[in-house]
């Protein structure tokens, strides 16, 4: 199995910009809380599992279930990706939320933000999967900030040093969520020091590009959320 050049970022639009993301790339989106930040995570997803690129999706803000129902209508089907093998989640959210839920074929279930050793190894074990399957994947972390917000800066800045290693290691292609204006500037660029590349999204939907593994010529884009998705406008 060939290793690709890069991985198609999915939304519409937006790889006429950036041209793809190269495999073992860490891409960090910081954007105010809002529910755009997570559709825009999700299409990114979903697309990749059009194309048969795994995926695993950590959500420490919102539960699986729930996340489903709101992609389903923006038109993004996750299920039967689930069904194929292709889609794997850990949910850091719904124990906090006192929600007695089980595992599932596809969700591995954590006590939360601060059950790091758990959820490391459960990446792992998507991983393993996953690259029985594809010569890469897709991941996305949100949030980062809910993590902060229960352990020392220290402690994620170890945590990060060791899932963005994996990442790299394993050509996946990850999206870590940071809050807007949530944390001290100096954890922040902390944080955008360990990855790859940094894309700010504001609640207008201006998204700008700070920095991206490769060279591109355009560094800000709008966004426009349609019933069917997110489409990329340059200025």
Not at 37 to 46: G, H, S
Not at 145 to 167: C, G, M
């Amino acid at each position: 199995m060939g290793k690709r050049d890069v991985v198609p970022f999915g939304i519409k639009g937006f790889d006429k910009i950036i041209e793809g993301v190269p495999p073992g790339s860490c891409l960090l989106l910081i954007s105010p809380p809002m529910i755009e930040t997570r559709l825009f995570c999700t299409e990114f997803i979903f697309r990749g599992l059009q194309e048969d690129i795994p995926a695993l999706f950590i959500e420490m803000d919102d539960s699986p279930e729930q996340l489903k129902l709101k992609a389903l209508r923006y038109n993004l089907p996750l299920v039967n990706a689930e069904n194929k093998n292709l889609l794997k989640w850990i949910d850091g959210y719904s124990a906090r939320a006192r929600k007695t839920l089980k595992d599932t074929k596809a969700i591995k279930r954590v006590s939360g933000p601060l059950a790091l050793s758990d959820i490391s190894i459960a990446i792992s074990g998507a991983q393993s999967l996953f690259n029985n399957i594809s010569d890469t994947y897709k991941l996305v972390f949100d949030s980062v900030s809910t993590l902060l917000l229960y352990n020392n800066p220290e402690t994620i800045y170890r945590f990060l040093q060791v899932i963005t290693a994996k990442i790299k290691n394993s050509d996946g292609v990850a999206l870590f969520v940071l809050g807007q204006g949530m944390h001290d500037s100096q954890v922040e660029m902390t944080i955008r020091h360990m990855m790859d590349g940094t894309i700010i999204l504001d609640e207008d939907l201006t998204m700008n590009i700070v920095s991206f593994p490769i060279t591109i010529s355009k560094k800000k884009a709008s966004l426009n959320l349609t019933k069917k998705g997110f489409e990329v406008k340059t200025d």
